[in-house]
């Protein structure tokens, strides 16, 4: 259910005490970039800098005053963050708001504002000596001309058409390439996880006798695979400064180079630079929290970039993080960040850690972000027998088995709302706009939320639970990934892969607590509209648990529940799309029930019958005006015998209007209409310039399939077929679409001698590539002893097979 009280709370605390009867008029401070620090502060005479504007109103905040600091027009250059501390935390109900002055454009930037002395230097480029850099004085890892993003001399050039990077090749650390090169240290490698789960970022320290680059970094994903063989490019390489717009800093003679495009005036243009990480931090804690604190109607931006960073694994997943961001809030309680723009930052915009309580951030256009665009990361000591990677496993007998967290070292209660979240991960590929991990109660309604590289929200783990997504339009996403949804979860907690607990025996041993001993609420999901076009709407991925989505709009992808407990999922439509169950256990107690399918489900390995209900449902067949039972359906999923085909009878699916009209089957089976107009942003500002997703054709036609086909066939006694579509490819866990499925493999069969099992992969046979049954049938047709190398839990494996 949704909380429409907790939307309120938070402003109506802040709120009264402004408007309080008989309050006594809060002080007022005010800032002007034209000001000085010798200066009261008034609004005749304000003060320079963000730090003499603290020390003034903390004098304030100790006589128990309430206090505003206004900001005056302009751009607010930070040598150092500006920290809230608990002495900046009024006492009783005061508050102490930094906002601008009457609406004025203040702007705080993490850079600096250049002069450079431009000359010619070759080719179209032009050069400035920068003596602070030659002395370590100045330091910058993105240039901005005129508030536009240029970038750093790379290979291959910028293209913003490109998908991934903005253009990748294959060849960029070959040796050849590489021999271009006087010396490349100092530049960085950027490429995708080996199966795209994700990205690696690497250092240039020199290279090596044989004219391989010497490298350091690749630490950003936890599930170290190494790096994609052909999505990657190469930047800050002075030889690689060829096309316009591109820069290099040479620290070691404090030069400056640069290609202008045509028709930049140099002599008139603006140049930024981007140098600290942090903007403003929170730094309070549980005892000592920073409370009442309020920063709004501010534009934050222009801060360094922090991918090498990005180091912290994130609790059994491909994730790890860097705890920071251009507002980085520890130890916060009833504070909130509001009405804001943070854009084009170099890491995280938001990034919520540790404790903190009742944080709202809402009315906020949240963009271009380096990393996350809004982060909520709690502490892994929170977590009762934490593990780190994938592969780790603890059993039931040593594993702490008290419910619940362990402190109260989180964030919890706190809410996202009203904010338009578009391109994080400019940077850092895995991210998303919302990142929720270890985290308790986090509300996330009628954002906007697209073009991300990955989810547009993410759930890390069951830990603490009680989140709550409502009325978002989330789109355009995993656009330079693969293997997630515009929704992503996982619910890898301390239950998940038990040694000696067998999870398909789990619920008739009276386990059935396990799945929610770190679950303090479950997770809801609800009127929201999604559309993924590279993988899922929804994607509720491994141990997914205790989650109740309904009132969805599916534009695309479909919804996905892989292994897992609990989840209720009912009354959403999917269109063009279906159900895909993935890998489920026995006795899962899953529900689906009075959704609206446009294709059959899309099974892969779950026992029948399904979960504990999966009934009236309805498949839609446009134009069909009888209702038939879905047989096709119930032959699925050994339930659904209510489910019924016919068509639904929307009312104009042209429009995005999938409410059904009266007299509709779907009503009879007791789905009930939700709006359709409420989805995303209401804001007046920010719905103005939000995008919204694009619509399926009117005749809601299902899209065709893939167009690799299974090919099942017989081989050394199993049963093959070929992987096929991205559902394949996310139940086995395989870096692409490619490869042979071992469906079954007969006891006795020269396929069972070879160690073959039911839901191996084959990748290759003899060292050459498997990419299809046709291609496994032709390698293997006169050998007669073979090394098979298949996938198996997400690890490659090398077996002998010997003919029949």
């Given at each position: 259910?949704?909380?429409p009280?907790?939307?309120?709370?938070?402003?109506?605390?802040?709120?009264?005490?402004v408007?309080?009867?008989?309050?006594?008029?809060?002080?007022?401070?005010?800032?002007?970039?034209?000001?000085?620090?010798?200066?009261?502060?008034t609004?005749?005479?304000?003060?320079?800098?963000?730090?003499?504007?603290?020390?003034?109103?903390?004098?304030?905040?100790?006589?128990?005053?309430?206090?505003?600091v206004?900001?005056?027009?302009?751009?607010?250059?930070?040598?150092?963050?500006?920290?809230?501390?608990?002495?900046?935390?009024?006492?009783?109900?005061?508050?102490?708001?930094?906002?601008?002055?009457?609406?004025?454009?203040?702007?705080?930037?993490?850079?600096?504002l250049?002069?450079?002395?431009?000359?010619?230097?070759?080719?179209?480029?032009?050069?400035?000596?920068?003596?602070?850099?030659k002395?370590?004085?100045?330091?910058?890892?993105?240039?901005?001309?005129?508030?536009?993003?240029r970038?750093?001399?790379?290979?291959?050039?910028?293209?913003?058409?490109?998908?991934?990077?903005?253009?990748?090749?294959?060849d960029?650390?070959s040796?050849?390439?590489?021999?271009?090169?006087?010396?490349?240290a100092?530049?960085f490698?950027?490429a995708?996880?080996?199966?795209?789960?994700?990205?690696?970022?690497?250092?240039?320290k020199?290279?090596?006798?044989?004219?391989?680059?010497?490298?350091?970094?690749?630490?950003?994903?936890?599930?170290?695979?190494?790096?994609?063989?052909?999505?990657?490019?190469v930047?800050?390489?002075?030889?690689?400064?060829?096309?316009?717009?591109?820069?290099?800093?040479?620290?070691?003679?404090?030069?400056l180079?640069?290609?202008?495009?045509?028709?930049?005036?140099?002599?008139k243009?603006?140049?930024?630079t981007?140098?600290?990480?942090?903007?403003?931090?929170?730094?309070?804690?549980?005892?000592?929290?920073?409370?009442?604190v309020?920063?709004?109607?501010?534009?934050?931006?222009?801060?360094?970039?922090?991918?090498?960073?990005?180091k912290?694994?994130?609790?059994r997943?491909?994730?790890?993080?860097?705890?920071?961001?251009?507002?980085?809030v520890t130890?916060s309680?009833?504070?909130?960040?509001?009405?804001?723009?943070?854009?084009?930052?170099?890491?995280?915009?938001?990034?919520?850690?540790?404790?903190?309580?009742?944080?709202?951030?809402?009315?906020c256009?949240?963009s271009?972000?380096?990393?996350?665009?809004?982060?909520?990361?709690?502490?892994?000591?929170?977590v009762?027998?934490?593990?780190?990677?994938?592969d780790?496993r603890?059993?039931?007998?040593?594993?702490?088995?008290?419910?619940g967290p362990?402190?109260?070292?989180?964030?919890?209660?706190?809410?996202?709302?009203?904010?338009?979240?578009?391109?994080?991960?400019?940077?850092?590929?895995?991210?998303?706009?919302?990142?929720?991990?270890?985290?308790?109660g986090?509300?996330?309604?009628?954002?906007?939320?697209?073009?991300?590289?990955?989810?547009?929200?993410?759930?890390?783990?069951?830990?603490f639970?009680?989140?709550?997504?409502?009325?978002?339009d989330?789109?355009?996403?995993?656009?330079?990934?693969?293997?997630?949804?515009?929704f992503?979860?996982?619910?890898?907690?301390?239950?998940?892969?038990?040694?000696?607990?067998?999870?398909?025996?789990?619920m008739?041993?009276?386990?059935?607590?396990l799945p929610?001993?770190?679950?303090?609420?479950?997770?809801?999901i609800?009127?929201?509209?999604?559309r993924?076009?590279?993988?899922?709407?929804?994607?509720?991925?491994?141990?997914?648990?205790w989650y109740?989505i309904?009132n969805?709009?599916?534009?695309?992808?479909?919804?996905?529940?892989?292994?897992?407990?609990?989840?209720?999922?009912?009354?959403?439509i999917?269109?063009?799309?279906?159900?895909?169950?993935?890998?489920?256990?026995?006795?899962?107690?899953?529900?689906?029930?009075?959704?609206?399918?446009?294709?059959?489900?899309?099974?892969?390995?779950?026992?029948?019958?399904?979960?504990?209900?999966?009934?009236?449902n309805?498949?839609h067949a446009?134009?069909?005006?009888?209702?038939?039972p879905?047989k096709?359906?119930?032959?699925?999923?050994?339930?659904?015998?209510?489910?019924?085909?016919a068509?639904?009878?929307?009312?104009?699916?042209?429009?995005?209007?999938?409410?059904?009209?009266?007299?509709?089957?779907?009503l009879?089976?007791?789905?009930?209409?939700?709006?359709?107009?409420?989805?995303g942003?209401?804001?007046?500002?920010?719905?103005?310039?939000?995008?919204?997703?694009?619509?399926?054709?009117?005749?809601?036609?299902?899209?065709?399939?893939?167009?690799?086909?299974?090919?099942?066939?017989?081989?050394?006694?199993?049963?093959?077929?070929?992987?096929?579509?991205?559902?394949?490819?996310?139940?086995?866990?395989?870096p692409?679409e490619?490869?042979?499925?071992v469906?079954e493999?007969?006891?006795?069969?020269?396929?069972?001698?070879?160690?073959?099992?039911?839901?191996?992969?084959?990748?290759?046979?003899?060292?050459?590539?498997?990419?299809?049954?046709?291609?496994?049938l032709?390698?293997?047709?006169?050998?007669?002893?073979?090394?098979?190398?298949?996938?198996?839990?997400?690890?490659?494996?090398?077996?002998?097979?010997?003919?029949?």
């Open positions: 259910m949704s909380r009280g907790f939307t309120l709370g938070i402003a109506v605390s802040l709120l009264s005490s408007a309080s009867p008989g309050a006594s008029a809060p002080a007022q401070v005010f800032v002007s970039p034209t000001g000085s620090d010798t200066n009261p502060g609004l005749e005479s304000p003060v320079a800098s963000l730090q003499r504007a603290q020390e003034i109103a903390r004098q304030h905040i100790k006589k128990e005053e309430s206090v505003y206004n900001l005056r027009e302009g751009t607010y250059y930070l040598p150092r963050p500006l920290v809230f501390t608990g002495e900046d935390s009024p006492k009783g109900a005061g508050f102490n708001i930094w906002t601008s002055f009457n609406g004025a454009n203040a702007t705080l930037s993490g850079g600096q250049i002069r450079p002395n431009w000359k010619p230097y070759r080719d179209g480029i032009m050069m400035a000596e920068l003596p602070q850099v002395v370590g004085k100045l330091d910058f890892d993105q240039l901005f001309v005129n508030g536009e993003l970038h750093m001399a790379r290979y291959p050039n910028y293209d913003p058409n490109a998908r991934n990077y903005n253009g990748v090749a294959a960029c650390i040796p050849e390439r590489v021999r271009r090169w006087a010396n490349p100092g530049g490698v950027h995708l996880h080996a199966a795209e789960w994700g990205d690696f970022h690497y250092v240039i020199g290279v090596k006798p044989n004219g391989e680059l010497d490298l350091e970094g690749g630490w950003q994903n936890n599930r170290r695979m190494g790096m994609h063989k052909d999505i990657r490019f930047e800050n390489i002075f030889e690689e400064l060829d096309a316009p717009g591109e820069w290099y800093l040479d620290h070691a003679k404090g030069i180079y640069f290609m202008p495009p045509d028709g930049l005036d140099l002599d243009a603006k140049i930024e981007a140098g600290i990480r942090h903007l403003i931090e929170f730094a309070g804690t549980a005892k000592a929290p920073v409370r009442r309020r920063i709004s109607n501010l534009t934050l931006t222009h801060t360094a970039r922090t991918f090498m960073d990005n912290e694994p994130l609790l997943s491909d994730w790890t993080t860097y705890r920071g961001g251009a507002v980085f130890g309680e009833d504070s909130s960040i509001e009405d804001c723009v943070i854009d084009q930052v170099g890491g995280n915009g938001i990034f919520v850690n540790n404790y903190n309580r009742r944080l709202t951030i809402r009315g256009r949240i271009r972000a380096g990393g996350n665009c809004a982060a909520f990361v709690g502490d892994p000591k929170a009762r027998s934490p593990l780190f990677e994938y780790k603890q059993s039931f007998k040593s594993m702490d088995k008290d419910p362990n402190g109260d070292n989180y964030p919890s209660d706190c809410l996202v709302e009203d904010c338009l979240i578009y391109q994080p991960g400019r940077i850092e590929k895995q991210t998303v706009g919302v990142q929720i991990s270890m985290s308790e986090i509300t996330i309604s009628r954002c906007s939320i697209y073009d991300c590289p990955r989810a547009g929200i993410n759930i890390s783990e069951g830990t639970g009680g989140h709550v997504i409502q009325y978002c989330v789109f355009d996403t995993v656009k330079e990934t693969g293997d997630h949804g515009s992503n979860s996982w619910g890898r907690d301390r239950w998940w892969g038990l040694t000696d607990v067998d999870p398909n025996k789990m008739e041993r009276h386990f059935e607590y929610k001993l770190d679950m303090v609420k479950p997770i809801e609800h009127d929201n509209r999604w993924c076009d590279h993988g899922w709407d929804i994607d509720l991925d491994d141990g997914s648990t109740h309904y969805n709009l599916c534009l695309h992808g479909g919804l996905k529940n892989r292994e897992g407990f609990y989840r209720t999922v009912e009354n959403n999917m269109v063009d799309n279906s159900f895909h169950p993935h890998v489920w256990f026995v006795d899962s107690r899953d529900v689906f029930r009075k959704n609206i399918v446009f294709t059959p489900y899309q099974p892969i390995n779950v026992p029948k019958p399904w979960g504990e209900e999966i009934d009236y309805l498949l446009p134009g069909k005006q009888t209702a038939e879905a096709v359906l119930q032959d699925q999923s050994g339930r659904d015998e209510h489910s019924i085909t068509d639904a009878m929307f009312m104009d699916p042209t429009k995005g209007d999938y409410r059904v009209k009266d007299g509709s089957p779907a009879k089976l007791g789905f009930k209409n939700f709006p359709m107009d409420q989805f942003v209401s804001k007046p500002s920010l719905k103005k310039i939000a995008r919204t997703p694009q619509l399926p054709g009117g005749s809601s036609t299902p899209t065709p399939s893939a167009a690799r086909t299974e090919d099942k066939t017989q081989w050394l006694g199993a049963t093959i077929k070929n992987v096929v579509g991205p559902g394949d490819r996310s139940a086995y866990g395989l692409d490619t490869g042979v499925i469906s493999a007969l006891m006795g069969s020269a396929a069972a001698r070879a160690g073959l099992y039911q839901s191996d992969v084959i990748i290759e046979f003899d060292g050459k590539p498997v990419d299809s049954v046709k291609t496994l032709e390698l293997s047709k006169d050998a007669k002893t073979a090394k098979i190398t298949i996938w198996r839990g997400q690890k490659k494996r090398v077996l002998e097979a010997k003919g029949p």
